[in-house]
């Protein structure tokens, strides 16, 4: 396994622990009050997104074995270009539904 998809993978966990750890013990409505958690999370989703934007391009077989990777780089390009367009329901929604599916699917490209 090449150095750089090892980093592009930690750069993930990385952000998916983050996010964890910013959201832990919130429910939504405490969510969508808290500005500056909002927007760690979602800075952490655009290092997420485009990490996998360069898996994509440089790693495309391993890219292929993450579930939903190219609606998570999707949404990392509305959350920093659409910014005016962002539902917290669905950040938090992805958050407490889906990034689980993403941790797993980065892990098994680690070998853990």
Same mark, same amino acid.
């Given at each position: @396994?090449?150095?750089?998809?090892?980093?592009?993978?930690?750069?993930?966990?990385?952000?998916?622990?983050?996010?964890?750890?910013?959201?832990?013990?919130?429910?939504?409505?405490?969510?969508?009050?808290?500005?500056?958690?909002?927007?760690?999370?979602?800075?952490?989703?655009?290092?997420?997104?485009?990490?996998?934007?360069? @898996?994509?391009?440089?790693?495309?077989?391993?890219?292929?074995?993450?579930?939903?990777?190219?609606?998570?780089?999707?949404?990392?390009?509305?959350?920093?270009?659409?910014?005016?367009?962002?539902?917290?329901?669905?950040?938090?929604?992805?958050?407490?539904?889906?990034?689980?599916?993403?941790?797993?699917?980065?892990?098994?490209?680690?070998?853990?």
């Amino acid at each position: @396994m090449q150095h750089d998809i090892r980093k592009l993978c930690f750069d993930i966990l990385r952000a998916i622990e983050d996010i964890k750890t910013f959201t832990e013990g919130l429910e939504y409505e405490q969510y969508q009050q808290n500005r500056l958690v909002r927007l760690a999370v979602e800075r952490d989703y655009e290092i997420i997104g485009e990490a996998l934007k360069r @898996m994509e391009i440089r790693f495309a077989d391993d890219f292929a074995t993450v579930a939903n990777g190219r609606k998570i780089i999707d949404f990392r390009n509305l959350l920093a270009h659409g910014y005016d367009e962002i539902a917290d329901e669905i950040v938090w929604a992805i958050t407490k539904y889906d990034i689980n599916v993403l941790e797993s699917d980065i892990k098994q490209i680690l070998g853990q």
